[in-house]
């Protein structure tokens, strides 16, 4: 996985509530089970017209945020099914950071699963942060992790909360299968133990 450490970019402002995990990505894009091509799927019904053309006034289509990779949304941003294609989808895209003022659970946690920083923050603190999204390119959000602060266009700082754990993962990289890798030695001194007490269960 991917770690994160220190991002800074063009942040898309994205001020809808509730956006659940089909608005993230379309039950259409669900067949697959590969992590990467989701990225063409993202907000599809959002981003694309009837015709399969781009809908211009959808936020990730106009110039000065194509290349968003921090999304800024409204409250309990990731509700709905608990489909992991959603932060697949985010990934592939390029988005590294979603910051809100709320997620849900299930969502919250695949996000730290693929490399994803999903940063929460109150709800004046998101009104500063949208308001920054809306200057585009000609402003970047840096949000740094191991510090957990993000430092706005004008100098500003705002400081967000995280798990130790969670943040000890994404800093290195480290999904759950590298967890589990990670202690087996521990492991295979535990089944080694076993199977001298228990011969006749090896």
């Not at 194509?66 to 608990?82: K, M, T, Y």
């Not at 294609?85 to 390029?94: I, K």
Request: charged share 25%.
């Amino acid at each position: 996985m991917e770690k994160f450490t220190t991002l800074t970019a063009v942040a898309a402002p994205m001020p809808i509530i509730n956006v659940d995990t089909d608005m993230i990505i379309p039950k259409d894009y669900l067949k697959t089970i590969r992590r990467t091509g989701l990225g063409k799927g993202l907000f599809a019904e959002m981003r694309y017209r009837d015709d399969g053309s781009e809908n211009p006034d959808f936020v990730l289509n106009k110039p000065a945020w194509r290349n968003a990779r921090i999304l800024v949304a409204g409250d309990n941003f990731g509700c709905g099914s608990s489909r992991e294609h959603a932060p697949w989808a985010l990934a592939d895209f390029g988005i590294r950071c979603v910051i809100s003022t709320s997620f849900a659970d299930i969502f919250y946690n695949n996000c730290f699963k693929n490399g994803i920083l999903p940063v929460k923050v109150s709800a004046e603190e998101l009104d500063k942060l949208m308001d920054d999204a809306s200057r585009g390119a000609n402003a970047t959000l840096t949000v740094d992790l191991d510090s957990q602060t993000i430092k706005g266009p004008d100098g500003g700082t705002i400081r967000f909360d995280i798990d130790a754990d969670l943040k000890h993962r994404l800093l290195n990289g480290i999904d759950d299968i590298g967890e589990t890798l990670a202690k087996a030695p521990a492991i295979a001194g535990y089944e080694q133990r076993l199977a001298e007490r228990r011969p006749w269960a090896a």
